[in-house]
């Protein structure tokens, strides 16, 4: 007889064995953003979702995805750091936010990424874009980088160009933006402290564009990264990062109406990150958690354990237990080997997505000999005698 096993179970968070949690909801945050995305990073928790999922012009944000093609050809070798690339008049033509390239100038990689991440330069990405294009056209980076990027999980990103210039079709979701953001801190994080410089001048050329724009990066909150981006349609956005302790927040948020409010919901967000809602471990590696029943096996069950440390995240205002459930399809079949993933630990805390951790078998229980087999097969034939043959299958 094969089933679904709901096991209810109360954990006492850190203690490895559950109990009741009497939590106080986590109030939502109430954002002034058009659209908004929050994660926190080190429990993949999505902690705010507003309009997360709506293709948005995300103006020079979309600049990341030229930034992560970028680090992608310095991993491969196709770039190098000091390697020096040409300015074409397509790139020098672009106004807002630049280097001020020209045609004359040879510029080293390394400076083009400061310049991108500093001082959002529309030229730079351009140059980027032409020397690692298939075609050699910013159109054919930008399609590349839509391939790349729906690769990478970013269902709703479709590119028109490298820099966010206002486009029709240039769209990106704050959700996609979101998951940028990640791949860029975990894949790349040799060059992640780039997005904490806060001034960059380049050439003396442009000194009244020499400071990055990010407004969180002097507060002393653990802001180091990412990007801004306006335009008159997309309205303010920020995607940002911050990290304290062990705990690191990745932001989204757009359509504000002005820097000032953009620096200030901004801060708020990672405020309220921090402050209503905090880490717990509450089941520890190789700590018995439940058992599940094994079938025609030596044992009658097998102990479920975390294979690691079991963490989420809930409301900080919580009592000290959370509600949760071991959930399987059992009787297990024998054999089962120490380690095999089993069964699932599901909870659902206040205010939060459904987390569900993996359980592993805490030995092996080898298949049973003749005896057992004997014994299983008397216990199905007096079943199907007294409930009916269906219910002993």
């Not at 442009?206 to 802001?223: C, E, K, V, Y």
Request: proline share 6%.
């Amino acid at each position: 007889m094969i089933d679904l096993v709901k096991s209810a179970l109360k954990l006492t968070a850190c203690a490895g064995l559950m109990l009741s949690i009497a939590s106080v909801p986590a109030s939502a945050f109430d954002t002034k953003a058009r659209a908004a995305f929050v994660l926190d990073q080190s429990t993949d928790t999505v902690l705010l979702s507003k309009n997360a999922e709506v293709p948005l012009p995300p103006a020079s944000m979309s600049k990341l995805m030229t930034l992560y093609v970028a680090f992608e050809a310095l991993r491969d070798g196709r770039l190098t750091l000091d390697e020096q690339l040409p300015v074409s008049e397509h790139a020098m033509s672009y106004g807002g936010s630049t280097m001020f390239l020209d045609t004359t100038d040879r510029v080293r990689v390394e400076d083009l990424l400061r310049g991108i991440i500093v001082l959002s330069g529309n030229d730079a990405c351009a140059v980027i874009a032409e020397a690692l294009s298939p075609d050699g056209t910013e159109a054919g980076f930008a399609r590349y980088m839509t391939k790349r990027a729906r690769e990478l999980g970013m269902a709703n990103a479709t590119f028109a160009n490298s820099n966010g210039w206002p486009a029709a079709g240039h769209r990106m979701s704050m959700q996609d933006l979101g998951i940028l953001a990640q791949h860029l801190i975990e894949d790349f994080p040799q060059y992640y402290p780039l997005f904490s410089e806060k001034t960059f001048e380049f050439d003396g050329r442009a000194p009244s564009n020499t400071r990055n724009r990010n407004p969180l990066l002097t507060l002393g909150i653990g802001a180091d990264g990412l990007k801004t981006g306006h335009t008159s349609e997309a309205g303010y956005g920020l995607v940002g990062s911050a990290k304290q302790g062990d705990r690191r927040v990745i932001f989204v948020i757009t359509g504000l109406a002005s820097t000032k409010a953009r620096a200030e919901e901004a801060e708020a967000l990672v405020n309220w990150s921090f402050r209503q809602f905090t880490k717990k471990t509450i089941a520890k590696a190789d700590t018995p958690v439940a058992e599940a029943e094994v079938w025609r096996g030596a044992a009658r069950s097998v102990g479920l354990v975390p294979a690691e440390d079991l963490e989420i995240l809930v409301p900080a205002l919580t009592g000290s237990e959370i509600n949760a459930e071991v959930v399987y399809t059992g009787p297990i079949d024998a054999p089962v080997r120490k380690g095999d993933k089993l069964a699932e630990l599901v909870f659902q805390p206040d205010e939060l997505p459904e987390v569900r951790l993996p359980l592993v078998a805490a030995n092996d229980v080898p298949a049973g000999g003749f005896p057992v087999r004997v014994k299983t097969a008397a216990q199905v034939l007096i079943k199907r005698f007294l409930n009916g043959p269906e219910d002993a299958l």
